[in-house]
């Protein structure tokens, strides 16, 4: 157990909240830093494009192939709407057990044990240790930007291949079985970016019905 003085850091992420959290009256008294918000790293957002271009690739392919599923032409934009929400939960799902791969686990372990090491001293946080743990904090903030760009990237991309295998495209279910406004594997792509942009708040609106309402 931390000292009254001790340092708690809140970098916003359930895992390493849990890994770093204080009891509330220790929080109180001691210092809590609250990262900024930051944003992703060039590197993260080149990933994130790569994997939707690659994803259009695969898209592209096998509809060049006529590999592609009859069109699925739901009755009403009602249809559209919850096919929409079980292919994002699907996606999500599926991406949920390669989460761990993804930018941002080094960093909130480096903050528990930043976070950690000052707890456990006597004395109390030092100028330095706050710095280190502001700057440690910072790094889990972008980490996060970071790993949000690469799992948008990644579920677009899964999500355009298997939009073509499927046969749902989301402008021609709207539009009609006979519009041809753009190419199938357009519509695709497009398809597969708005079930990459969903998988995100769907995935926090499933985990936060797994936990349950949070306790009083």
């Known amino acids: 157990m931390p000292p009254s003085g001790g340092l708690a850091a809140s970098p916003g992420n359930a895992d390493a909240a849990a890994a770093t959290a204080t009891p509330r009256s220790e929080q109180e008294s001691g210092l809590s830093i609250v990262a900024a918000s930051q944003q992703a790293g060039a590197g993260a957002v080149v990933a994130g494009f790569g994997l939707i271009a690659v994803g259009a690739v695969g ?83 972008r980490a996060k930007a970071n790993r949000t760009i690469v799992a948008w990237g990644l579920a677009s991309g899964l999500a355009t291949v298997a939009s073509s295998a499927g046969g749902f495209y989301v402008l021609h279910a709207v539009a009609g079985a006979d519009w041809n406004g753009v190419a199938v594997w357009v519509d695709a792509v497009v398809t597969g970016v708005m079930v990459g942009s969903g998988t995100k708040p769907l995935h926090d609106l499933i985990t936060r019905a797994q936990n349950g309402p949070p306790s009083p």
């Open 59 to 141: 898209g592209w392919l096998i509809w060049r192939s006529g590999a592609s599923a009859a069109k699925i032409q739901p009755e009403d934009t009602t249809g559209v709407f919850l096919t929409l929400l079980v292919f994002a939960a699907a996606v999500e799902r599926i991406l949920e057990p390669f989460s761990r791969w993804l930018p941002g686990r080094a960093a909130e372990a480096a903050l528990s044990r930043t976070v950690t090491d000052v707890n456990s001293r006597a004395d109390g946080p030092t100028e330095a240790d706050r710095e280190a743990v502001a700057v440690a904090t910072a790094k889990v903030a």
